[in-house]
Structures are given as C-alpha cells and as structure tokens.
C-alpha cells in the first residue's frame, strides 16, 4: 500500500469517526454515531495491519481476541451504578497501552526515525500514560470501595508534587541525551509518575470523583495521542486529540458545577472534601406532620431531584413507581438533574435511564431551575449539597458559589434523606428546618415505599 | 525535527479543536455514554501496540509480552467502550420507537 492512499484512508477514518461524535449529540443517532466510531476503529486496525505488512502476525489475533471477550463480557456485566469505575478502569488500560507504546518507541520499536522529538514524545508518552493507569486505577477501588472514599492527605502535599513534577521535567529534557542506561531510565520515569499519581488521586474525595474522572478520560486520550507522535501514527494523534478534547470538556463542565477550579484541584489548594464545616446549629424539624398527604394531594406540578443517595439506597424503581402514579393522578412530574449528582458526568440521567424513566422527562439543572418557583412540590430523594441554600448565601463555607439546583423556591418540600448530617461538604443543609419542608428519614428504599402506601 | 513532526502535531492541535467544538454540543443527558464512547476511542493506543507486537522478535519474551500486553488492554478498552455505550444509549433511545 502506498503511503498515499494510507494518508487518505486515515483520513476518512478520522472524518467518520468525528461524525459519530456528531451524532452523539442527540439522542435519536447517538447510537448510530457509536456504531460508526466502532466500525472506523475497526478499520483502522486493518489499514495499521496492511500498511506495516503484519497481517499474518498470527499471534497479534491471539491478544485481541482475548481482549475482545473479556471486554464484552466486562461491558455486559457491569451495573449502571458501577459505571464510573468501569470507565475509570477501562481508561487506566488505555493509560498503560500508552505507556508501553511509548516505552517500546523510546527504545526505537515502531519508530521510523529515532530523533531528539520521537524520544522527548516517548517519555511524555511514558509519563501520561503511567500517570493515566495509576491514577485510573486508585479511582476505580475509590469508587469500588475498596480503598477508603475520605480523601488521603500526605503531609508536604504541593512540596512533593511540585518536586516530582520537577524530576519528570527534567526527565523530558535530558531523555534524548541518553545519559543513563535507557532500561534503568524508564523505570525511574515510571516510578516517579506512580508516586505522583499516587498520592494526587487519593486525596480526592468521592464526591470529587466526576472531575478526576473526566480528567483521566482526557489525559487516556492525550497519552494516545502523544505516543502516536512519537511513533509517527496519525490516526493515534488525531483520535487521541479527540478525545483529550472531550475530557477537558467534561473536566470544565464539573469543576463549574462544583465551583472548583481545575488548577486548585491540581495544586492540593482546594479541600478536596476534607473539611468539615459543621455550624452549631440543631436541626430542629423531627416529626412528620400529619398534612403532607393533603400537600401531596393538592400538587399539581411535581418536581424529583434524584441525588447519588438514591442510586446507594437503590431506590430508582420506587422512584419511577412513584412518577408514574403520580402522572396517572394528573400531575405533572419532571425530574432535575444536578450536574454532579452521580459519580461521573451524566451518571444520573443513565441510573434513572436504566429503570425506563422517560429521557424526556429528564431536565438539567440550567432548564428546569427557574420552573422551582412555579412548583407546587418537590420531591428530593437522596440529595443534599446540591440543594443546600447556603449555597447562595454562607460565604466561606465549601459550597459557596456552586450553583445548586433552587428547590427552596417551590410552594412544598419532601426530602427522602438516610438522616439529617450534612452532605458531603460537611456544610449543615438550612433547607431542613423551613417550614414547608418535610422530612422522612431513613432507607428511601423503605420511606418512599411508605410513603407511596400511605398517599394511595 | 522531521516535516513529519510537524504536520502529527499540526493534526493533534486541529482534531483537538475540532473535537473541543462537537463534543461542546453533547447534551448533558448523554454524558456517560460520551464519556464512555470516547473512552472507546482512546483505546486506538492498539494500532500502535499492534505495529509493537508485529516487529518485536519472537525470541524475545519480555519485550513479546509487554507488547501483548499493550494489544490486550488496548482491545479490552476498545471492546468494552463501545458495547457499554451501546448498551446505555439503547437504555435511552429503547423505548422511544413506539
């Protein structure tokens, strides 16, 4: 094949596979679009197999293979509420995919012309990708819960950072000269990468999980393409682009939802979580007043705000059990969906997806939020933070300044909370002692039961 | 350095915008299948694993493996990206037929 048509071949790839990403963004052809990325990548792999001439490599079918099973069997086993630690996983395997890629270029595999550039881009390469897998990783047991949600926090923090961070430059800087032995090199880069990984991500918090994610989703990309640099491969640096791109997207879009900034997160200023905010302040509110069955009688316009408590209790059937009752009753029901109410960009939306909650019915917080007022109910199952009104109005607590979804404008109140602490936060919900709110405390699993037996 | 070099960081920098503005027009509601077909994507490291695996001698075992490696994860992630995005958006758009 002449390099010619291999140019061109790559780059119709390329353009199929933006299209696709063209069609995800509605809903109707988003599969389609899934569809056209898979076969394009598919493609791609027999354009790389034709072009080096390594078709009849038999054992490069004995690895995909392998790869292909336990990938579909992973995808069809994992649950919705697992799926920000399948993503971190699987983004930890294209991290390490990198890092061997660009291991084997600094060592001249695959590499046309060995030159200062293709060794700077192989230990970036190496750098990216070590950090991407070890990272992913702790993220996924964080997620998983086999290592402590509550973030981790090493003394001297930005000290050590900033220092490793200082080594891995002067990695990048002298990797063309060559000076020590090149195995001994790359072990040294990737053992300082690790620590740094290391002790970057487990300080982060749960609820600080959809920014680190979207940020490992960006750099497995990066990492793709600067190892497609260094080995002269264009499809890897376009697609990997692509895909840094979309991270850094999604990473932006959490940080504001959170009112964080990405480089704080980066730098150890922000608290990660850590802090606990607690005011001395009772919440008062206990008992379940008698009347709520005549408030929910009388609503007719239905706000649920589904929060990440909902998905631990489990609870998305009975929240949907309920919609529907309350849709038959001729109210109108609409759900609000903070940003940041699951794990991971957008998790919400497929919890709720996956119990056939219309997606329709499905509103983000920028359109629903001037409707609160003009409500006559809402109902929170499993969220705190994001509804907090002190939100607006404590300065100086962590919440301060992150937009929340406005459920203290709504005529009612019901939260189906597991008890009154405050959040993730650590900041005291003011919500809880209105007047107009009520509360049922306790496994929403049982309370919403409860709760739809005694309004029938 | 190469014109080569050149033009692959010429690539990286344009797909990279590109990107930035298509993907700016996802809606919210699709996010983790994005998130997870774009997790697919990255998994196109194989193409260069492949060409890894193809060259590296059969008599050296340490360098076979790392490059078997490379081919497994990689496939792993591209396979299960995109089954678990089409499993999702099927979630999404199953119903919406009738």
New interface residues.
């Given amino acids: 094949m002449t390099e010619t048509i291999y140019y061109v071949l790559s780059g119709l790839l390329?353009f199929i596979?933006?299209f696709g990403?063209?069609l995800?963004?509605k809903?109707?052809y988003?599969?389609l679009?899934?569809?056209l990325?898979?076969i394009s990548?598919f493609a791609?792999?027999i354009l790389?197999?034709l072009k080096?001439d390594?078709v009849d490599?038999w054992?490069?079918y004995v690895?995909?293979a392998?790869?292909?099973i336990?990938?579909?069997f992973?995808?069809?086993k994992?649950k919705?509420i697992a799926?920000p630690q399948?993503?971190a996983l699987?983004?930890g395997?294209?991290g390490?995919?990198?890092l061997?890629?660009g291991?084997?270029?600094y060592f001249g595999?695959?590499v046309d012309?060995l030159?200062?550039?293709?060794d700077v881009v192989a230990i970036i390469a190496v750098i990216i990708g070590t950090i991407t897998f070890v990272g992913s990783v702790i993220a996924a047991l964080k997620l998983h819960r086999v290592i402590s949600q509550k973030p981790i926090k090493v003394k001297f923090y930005s000290g050590i950072i900033s220092l490793l961070f200082l080594i891995q430059l002067v990695a990048i800087a002298i990797s063309p000269f060559r000076i020590i032995d090149k195995i001994i090199f790359i072990i040294i880069i990737i053992l300082v990468s690790s620590i740094f990984s290391v002790i970057f991500t487990i300080r982060i918090g749960g609820a600080d999980m959809p920014i680190t994610?979207?940020l490992l989703?960006s750099l497995?990309?990066v990492?793709?393409?600067i190892?497609?640099?260094a080995?002269?491969?264009?499809?890897?640096?376009?697609?990997?682009?692509?895909?840094?791109?979309?991270?850094?997207?999604?990473t932006e879009?959490m940080c504001k939802a959170m009112n964080k900034g990405l480089i704080d997160i980066l730098l150890g200023k922000t608290s990660g979580g850590s802090v606990t905010y607690v005011e001395n302040e009772e919440v008062v509110n206990e008992s379940v007043k008698q009347d709520f069955k005549e408030v929910y009688k009388n609503s007719k316009s239905v706000i649920i705000v589904p929060g990440y408590g909902m998905a631990v209790a489990q609870a998305q059937q009975l929240v949907k059990a309920l919609a529907d009752k309350m849709k038959k009753e001729h109210k109108t029901v609409k759900y609000a969906?903070h940003?940041v109410a699951?794990r991971?960009?957008?998790?919400m939306?497929?919890l709720l997806?996956?119990v056939?909650v219309?997606?329709e019915d499905?509103y983000?917080m920028e359109m629903i939020n001037d409707e609160f007022k003009q409500t006559d109910l809402v109902i929170v199952v499993g969220g705190n933070d994001v509804i907090n009104p002190k939100a607006k109005t404590h300065e100086g607590t962590p919440i301060y300044g992150m937009p929340i979804l406005d459920v203290d404008l709504a005529k009612d109140i019901f939260i189906f909370n597991y008890d009154k602490n405050p959040g993730y936060s650590g900041v005291t919900n003011s919500l809880y002692n209105k007047n107009n709110v009520q509360l049922f405390l306790g496994d929403a699993k049982e309370t919403l039961q409860k709760f739809i037996d005694d309004v029938k | 350095m190469e014109t080569i070099q050149y033009i692959l960081i010429a690539i990286f920098i344009v797909s990279a915008i590109f990107g930035y503005f298509l993907i700016s027009n996802v809606p919210s509601l699709l996010h983790t299948p994005l998130m997870s077909g774009m997790n697919a994507l990255s998994g196109i490291t194989l193409l260069g694993a492949l060409v890894a695996l193809a060259v590296v001698s059969t008599n050296d075992i340490v360098k076979m493996i790392l490059a078997g490696i490379a081919v497994l994860v990689s496939t792993i992630n591209i396979f299960a990206g995109f089954s678990v995005t089409d499993r999702m958006l099927e979630m999404f758009g199953g119903k919406k037929d009738d």
């Fill in positions: 390329i596979i933006m990403i063209y995800m963004s809903v109707k988003a599969k679009g899934n569809n990325s898979a990548v791609a792999v790389t197999l080096y390594v490599e054992i490069i690895f995909i392998l790869g292909a336990i990938g579909i992973l995808a069809y994992v919705m799926m399948m993503i699987l983004n395997l294209g390490l995919a990198s061997i890629v291991g084997f270029a595999v695959g012309s030159n200062a550039f293709s994610i979207s989703n497995s990309g990492a793709g393409a190892s497609g640099l080995i002269g491969d264009v499809l890897l640096v376009a697609i990997g682009g692509i895909v840094g791109a979309s991270g850094l997207i999604l879009i969906i940003p699951g991971m960009p957008g998790h939306n497929v997806a996956e056939n219309d997606y499905l983000d």
